[in-house]
C-alpha cells in the first residue's frame, strides 16, 4: 500500500480514527510513515499546551483590572515622588566673589545649595577640557534624609520626572561625598535619590 497521506495522518492524530489492519502493518515496516506518525503527534500536543495556555476571556478582564489598577497606583506613587522632591536653591557661587572662577588659571569654584532640609556642596573644578564635580550632601537630620545617594546628572534643566536617562551616574559613599568627572561645559539637572528619604534635585546647573 502507499504511504499514509496527510489526510489520514491527521484523522488519526487528531480525530483519533484509528489504523485499519493493513495501515498497522504498512505502519510497523515503514520508518517514514513512522516519523510522520510521531511528528503529527508532537504538533498535536504543542497545539495543545498552547490552546490550555490561552487564558480565557474572563482572566483577560482580570488582567486588564489589575493592569488598570496598578497603573493607577504607579502613577499616584509618581506624582506623591514628584511632590515629595526637594528643590535646593543655590545661596554661594564664589564666581560672584572677587576671588571668583579664574579659567584661564585653573581655579574652580564652589556651589552651595540649600533647603529646610539639607544642603549640596558642589566643588567644580577643569580636567582639561572637561569638568568634573566633588559633592558632598550635608542633610541636617541624617535619620530623616539617608546616605548613601544615587547621584544623576541629566542634560538640560527639566525635573527628572520625564524618566530620561542620566547622563552620568553615581553612587555615593556613605558619608555623602561623591564625584562625577569628564563632564563637558553645559546646563544641568542633578538628582540625587538617597537610600531613604525624598528625593534632592539642583535645576539650571552651569557647568562651568
Known sequence: ????????????????????????????????????????????????????????????????????????????QRIGTFLETLRLALVIDSRQRALGLRRAAGFGHRLLYSSEEVDVELLVEPEGSEWHIDGDVLPFDPDTIAAPYLVELQIGNESGSNFDPPAYAVASEANGRFRLAGIPSGRYLLALTPARGPAIEIPGLEIP
Not at 489504523?19 to 510513515?33: F, K, Q, R, V, Y
Open 1 to 76: 500500500m502507499d504511504h499514509l497521506d496527510d489526510v489520514r495522518l491527521d484523522a488519526l492524530i487528531f480525530d483519533a480514527v484509528p489504523l485499519d489492519p493493513e495501515e498497522i502493518n504498512h505502519t510497523a515496516e515503514c520508518s517514514l510513515c513512522r516519523a510522520r506518525i510521531a511528528a503529527r503527534t508532537l504538533l498535536r500536543d504543542e497545539l495543545g499546551i498552547a490552546r490550555r495556555s490561552q487564558p480565557t476571556p474572563q482572566q483577560l478582564t482580570r488582567y486588564s483590572r489589575l493592569f488598570d489598577e496598578v497603573a493607577v497606583q504607579s502613577l499616584g
